[in-house]
């Protein structure tokens, strides 16, 4: 991840915040035809043989930073995990499956161990943890009235896939990393969308090449497809090439992709909160049971073609890291068993 993107959220972000972002933006002596040459270099580099690339994409590079920019900011304060939080947050009482699944998640992060090593002087890590979030149905035991019953169905909602991102010193520097992250994921989504449509579109031409072929020994050879079946089957595929999204037949068209992907970064990266009423069990309280069930908030991200996750900018002491684990010396164990 480049340093200079580092530096720009760092500079810039009370600029496009109060919305001139883009005067400083492109005042400061070449930081933004860096930008936007790391976004060349991430998509498509051919696009700089096209005249005005680089004065076409200042605009669009400029409002995902400003908006990936507010995005970050907006996320809610640091939670604290550790042991002790287990069973004083909720949050993270919910997250995860005890204490010592706390200190496996960030022990086993390379990044992680890597910050803390750098800088010795901190006692602490911050980060983005997300999760997944999952509901599934069950029996279970509820109090209905005055009287406990075994067979009351219930959703159980679980927090699985825990990734650690983007880790930091301070709550600063990791919403730094974290804006650096999800722009390069935007980069990432366009590359991913560019190279499918070029695969698809190559398939659909090389299928319409085969049936024009089939079509022209139709009358020459015995064949179990009419003439008229082969050329519904041609329109057809001709059909799904001229609605195929993004097109990408040129290099103007990969130009104005890239940008209209960048112009429009609301459309590929959102963001919400909300809540959900738990009971320290992960059992969601619904109905009359709400009012006994532990409120626990929620932030959701979804970034292009990721899927939604549950996002918390969390932070997780120095003192409660897991010793490193000797995997040679663990494989030996093992064999002699």
Known sequence: ??????????????????????????TCSGTWSQAVEHVVDETYSRIRSLPGYSRRLRGPVTETFRYVDSVVEEMPGGIRCCRSAFFDDPRVNAFFVDPGH???????NAEVREVLDANPEVDECWALLCM?????????MSLVGDSVRKDVMQTVVSFT????????GTEEDAR?????CIFNGLLQ???KRADGAKTKAMKLEIRRRFLYGRLKQADSV?????????????????SELARATPRLTSLEDHLEFVAKVLANPAEFLKACSSSIRLSRLGIKQEGEGAVTGIEVPLYTIDVASHGPRIGALVCFPRDELLPR????RNADLFLTL
């Open 1 to 26: 991840m480049g340093s200079f993107l580092q530096e720009m959220f760092l500079r810039f972000g009370e600029a496009f915040a109060t919305g001139d972002g883009e005067k400083d933006f492109v």
């Open 102 to 108: 706390i200190q496996d998640v960030f022990s086993r």
């Open 132 to 140: 997944r979030k999952e509901e599934r149905r069950q029996l279970g």
């Open 161 to 168: 896939d825990h990734q650690v991102i983007a880790p930091g």
């Open 176 to 180: 730094r990393s974290l804006k650096c």
């Open 189 to 191: 989504y366009i590359r």
């Open 222 to 238: 015995q064949d179990t497809e009419s003439r008229e079946e082969l050329q519904q089957k041609i329109d057809a595929v001709e």
């Open 325 to 328: 684990q000797d995997f040679a």
